[in-house]
């Protein structure tokens, strides 16, 4: 149940019980609202143009209205005392300039290189006030100051609601307790405006969220195509189109498909040669041509039989002469469409100057609003007074009276509205315009006379006669009435006089002859044809046909024929040929007629604003990666004519590729995609959001290829996580490993997160990689690879990638010292496992197949350490309780990051601060000797690979290379041990001393300290300030 009131709306679903409480609520509710009403002293009205602005006032004022200026030159502001809202109020009118605000990418975006285009499918938008508009929007919040109630007086149509809300979106900014209405009108005359004063509405969000919908898609899909079809094709032809900007509208480029397809359509037309007979008979000064009822025949020697058959007795009888009425109807009213083609037919005026020229007669007063799609005149639209007004015209005003006389406008209707305004007619008459305003206005004249006469009256006969068994026929015209003819000379119709002809007569023909022809092609398009097919397909609007032809005229992708029919150029023949070869027939109408149906539907509140413009954005986006991964279709396409395409260096290739989503990103929920960096060595993953985000993963050099899987992995989230193909260098993984092989950096793998150090992922198992929304410090998207480029003497001199913007700086010659693993006891009285972080560690199993599936082993609870240990190998009870301080014997696997592959130990990483597990020394002075994984002393060996590493000494594992344990270790990296023998002290770098973790430890001795020595001379005792040789 719904009470209405003006604006008020009461729904039973308020659940007011009785009759009297829900009589007494809206009582409340009228009072309340008429209490604010009483507060209205001073009304602002915004028009969209200010000549429509200018007329309102003047009706609404009865002439007296004052003017004054405001801040825009063209914006005049009319004030003027009103009756309204139950009392005398002042009303001050002004005017915007069509969309007071438009829509733009941020900063970063702007620029055309600023981001490859697939990111602006996802880029962040905004609306901003233009510089030439500011004036306006300053004129609004000036006078809004002063005022109690806003009305939008904008055309009634999708843009002029959305134009409203942008006028409602500045003012409210300014005054937010204003109360806002919506003024509805067809046109500008004193009954439409003061019936919009009595019946205010409310500003409709559905409409101008349609209008909101269709704005982001064009700004988006536009400038991404735009982008890349520009800047490529600029490079692939420059000598051709260097300068040519090569813009891409999901309407422009349906329009400028159905030029190339007439075209295309005429091309292939293969004509073919067609015979028929023609019988022609004179009598009484008069030639009569009689048709063949077969019409033509393909086959020449069918033809030729009853051609023979017709000479060989060539006498003609009369079987039948029929006569009966017949009318030509009169136009129906007319709407936006029909105007633009008819005035591109009958009066050759371009649709683009048609509709400009509309706009002004409407804002002048003389005709009905220009955009309507409804030809149905309302039941309540009084047509006498509009037929009344046109008697004083010295050319139609007699037939306008001679309508009046025969009983008033009897007009004929279609079966099109939109509910909300009339079809196109004259609202006041004129005799002062000029040029095509004024032949476009008598058009407009003289079809809503014609549409209120009665149709063309006539006659029809029809001869049938006989010859040899073959029919023919001829029809004669004879006119009765003419009626809408006589106003309407756009329309013709010709009478045709024949002799009389009785039933059973016989004649001898004056000839019989057999005449060949050929079939013709299809015509080019007219501009009639092009807005025809648009309606017909969905493409576009009433209102944007003409500015969807417009563009891609001025965009030379078609010409002109001298007889104005539609010719496609050579960049718009190849453009077409070269989408249409990739598959996606982007040139069709299916994906904008798509999203024109949906942009009704959220018009009706049938589907949601948000649903729509992501499902099409989607939609476009796919399209658009795949168009760029078959770019050299489009290049092919334009070189049969535009000569050679100009081939692309390796550097080019990288920098145009699309990068493909591999997963969301942790910190921004935006796609990652895979890059290559500017060098063309090595691969990132990177946020699409940047450089509004920086978050990125650096893959290692040893990383040689990596590439998109095209299986998605099922356990990860959020949902896709794409999975890679690697290929990683000789010599950098462990022996048991492939060097190939496809996994998921989402998480769940831990050998591949071992070997990447992926630290911005959580857990392990499945699900690994979901985000969460406040990640501690330290765990942001990274991957330090020093942790992986220490690994073995051939990788030792890899460079580091740069760290990520978003990662703490931290300085570059202090490390931390490894702590060493510490069993707290846990509340069962048993030993917990605690990693570096001090956080109890979480015990993971090994998945992947290999000699270690099945085994347990412990993982940093938070991924911000590298601790890992065997289950298996925890150290005896006694050994390292909480307060215990540590091994004396540490497990050779403690401080392996890569024993998940396999069972293989990974590189030592203690100069990057993990634990030191990997060596062992067997006491203390000078007799310390390396102890490999495998428990076998370790054996000294030379790099003798060019590089920084070039002649150094490490230790490895004595075994053929193929049964190696993996174990590694510099040998100017053995730092002995502490005085109390075992794995007592971390080594030191850096000039820092490594500390004991545990709070029993004993201390370490003092280390000897390095002598200070001068900046300028190098020698001890002094600095560089009191240096000697300064002096």
């Known amino acids: ?507 001898q023909p004056t000839t019989i002859e057999m005449l060949d022809g050929e079939t013709s092609p299809p015509q080019l398009l007219t501009e009639a044809d092009l807005i025809s097919l648009m309606e017909k397909h969905g493409i576009g609007t009433d209102a944007t046909h003409a500015d969807h032809i417009e563009t891609i005229k001025s965009r030379m992708y078609v010409g002109l024929t001298p007889d104005q029919r539609f010719l496609p150029g050579e960049l718009g023949m190849g453009l077409v040929e070269g989408y249409d070869s990739m598959g996606y027939e982007m040139s069709k109408p299916d994906l904008r007629a798509e999203l024109e149906a949906d942009l009704k539907l959220i018009c009706e509140g049938r589907k949601d604003k948000f649903t729509v413009l992501r499902q099409q954005i989607q939609n476009y986006k796919q399209v658009f990666i795949e168009a760029v991964r078959k770019a050299k279709k489009l290049d092919q396409a334009l070189s049969s004519y535009f000569g050679e395409a100009r081939e692309f260096t390796q550097q080019e290739e990288i920098q145009m590729e699309i990068p493909l989503p591999i997963r969301k990103c942790p910190q921004c929920s935006r796609d990652m995609a895979l890059k290559r960096k500017k060098d063309g060595k090595g691969f990132f993953l990177s946020c699409m959001g940047y450089p509004g985000c920086k978050a990125a993963v650096w893959f290692p050099e040893s990383v040689l290829e990596v590439s998109r899987d095209e299986s998605v992995c099922p356990t990860c989230r959020p949902h896709p996580v794409q999975r890679l193909k690697f290929k990683f260098k000789r010599g950098s993984l462990p022996p048991a490993m492939p060097l190939e092989f496809v996994s998921c950096i989402g998480g769940c793998d831990e050998m591949l997160r071992e070997i990447l150090d992926l630290k911005y992922l959580r857990g392990g198992g ?28 051939d990788n030792s001199c890899g460079r580091q990638p740069p760290r990520s913007k978003l990662e703490p700086k931290r300085p570059a010659a202090v490390v931390s010292a490894p702590r060493p693993v510490q069993a707290a006891q846990g509340p069962a009285g048993e030993n917990a496992v605690v990693c570096n972080c001090g956080q109890d560690a979480i015990i993971l199993t090994v998945r992947k197949e290999g000699p270690n599936q099945g085994r347990q082993f412990y993982k940093c609870n938070t991924g911000n350490c590298s601790f890992f240990l065997w289950a298996d190998q925890q150290p005896e009870e006694g050994h390292g309780s909480a307060g215990g301080g540590g091994f004396s014997n540490p497990p050779r696997s403690a401080a392996r990051p890569s024993s998940g592959f396999g069972g293989s130990a990974g590189p030592s990483s203690s100069v990057t601060g993990r634990p030191g597990g990997n060596s062992r020394f067997s006491g203390g002075g000078g007799g310390d000797a390396a102890v490999c994984s495998c428990n076998e002393p370790a054996v000294t060996r030379t790099v003798m690979k060019d590089g920084p590493n070039r002649g150094r000494s490490f230790h490895t594992c004595p075994k053929p290379r193929e049964q190696q344990c993996g174990f590694f270790q510099w040998a100017d990296e053995n730092v002995p041990p502490g005085p109390g023998g075992g794995f007592d002290s971390a080594p030191q770098f850096g000039g820092q001393k490594g500390k004991r973790q545990g709070g029993n430890a004993p201390t370490k001795g003092p280390a000897s300290k390095r002598q200070m020595t001068c900046g300028v001379c190098h020698q001890p005792g002094h600095n560089r300030t009191t240096c000697p040789q300064n002096n």
């Open 766 to 793: 499945g699900g690994g990689g979901t985000p969460q929304t406040n990640p501690p410090s330290g765990s942001y998207l990274r991957n330090n690879q020093s942790h992986n480029q220490q690994g073995r003497p």
């Open 1 to 507: 149940m719904i009470f209405q009131s003006g604006c008020l709306t009461l729904r039973a679903g308020l659940r007011l019980t009785t009759v009297q409480e829900k009589f007494s609520w809206f009582c409340r509710r009228v009072s309340t609202e008429d209490m604010r009403r009483a507060q209205i002293k001073k009304v602002l009205c915004v028009a969209e143009k200010n000549d429509a602005a200018k007329g309102i006032a003047e009706i609404m004022s009865n002439g007296g209205m004052r003017r004054k200026e405001g801040l825009s030159r063209f914006n005049k502001i009319y004030e003027y005392e009103y009756h309204w809202f139950g009392q005398n109020v002042t009303v001050s009118m002004t005017s915007v300039s069509g969309h007071l605000l438009g829509l733009e990418f941020k900063a970063p975006f702007q620029k055309w290189h600023s981001c490859n285009p697939v990111v602006l499918f996802d880029a962040e938008v905004e609306k901003y006030c233009p510089d030439n508009y500011v004036d306006i929007k300053r004129t609004l919040e000036r006078e809004v100051r002063q005022c109690q109630a806003l009305v939008i007086w904008t055309d009634c149509d999708r843009e002029g609601e959305n134009i409203g809300f942008e006028v409602i979106e500045v003012c409210k900014a300014v005054k937010q307790n204003l109360q806002v209405f919506r003024a509805r009108f067809s046109e500008i005359t004193p009954n439409s405006i003061r019936n919009a004063c009595q019946n205010l509405a409310e500003p409709d969000q559905n409409v101008s969220d349609a209008v909101d919908v269709r704005q982001e898609l064009d700004l988006r899909i536009g400038a991404s195509f735009t982008r890349f079809q520009t800047l490529r094709l600029q490079k692939i032809f420059p000598t051709v189109l260097s300068d040519q900007l090569i813009s891409y509208g999901s309407c422009q480029f349906p329009t400028l498909g159905f030029v190339v397809e007439r075209f295309k359509a005429i091309q292939a037309f293969i004509p073919e040669t067609f015979y028929k007979i023609k019988v022609t008979h004179e009598m009484e000064d008069c030639e009569v041509d009689f048709g063949w009822k077969r019409n033509r025949l393909f086959h020449h020697t069918a033809c030729l039989v009853l051609y023979q058959m017709c000479m060989e007795n060539p006498v003609a009888t009369v079987i039948n002469v029929s006569s009966k009425p017949k009318s030509k109807w009169r136009p129906l009213p007319l709407d936006t469409v029909e105007l633009e083609k008819l005035a591109s037919r009958k009066l050759k005026i371009s649709a683009k100057e048609t509709m400009k020229i509309a706009e002004k007669l409407y804002t002048q007063g003389f005709i009905s609003y220009p955009r309507t799609e409804t030809n149905i005149f309302p039941k309540d639209l009084n047509l006498t007074p509009l037929v009344e007004q046109q008697t004083q015209d010295a050319h139609w005003g007699s037939f306008a009276q001679g309508i009046l006389e025969r009983g008033g406008p009897t007009p004929r209707n279609g079966t099109k509205t939109d509910q909300a305004h009339p079809p196109i007619h004259p609202t006041k008459y004129t005799s002062g315009l000029q040029g095509n305003e004024q032949r476009l206005y008598e058009f407009i004249v003289r079809h809503f006379l014609a549409c209120c006469s009665q149709d063309a009256q006539g006659q029809e006969t029809t001869v049938d006669i006989d010859i040899a068994q073959e029919r023919f026929a001829t029809h004669g015209l004879m006119i009765i009435a003419r009626n809408y003819l006589d106003v309407y000379p756009y329309d013709k119709w010709y009478a045709k006089v024949i002799p009389v002809y009785e039933r059973g007569s016989q004649f």
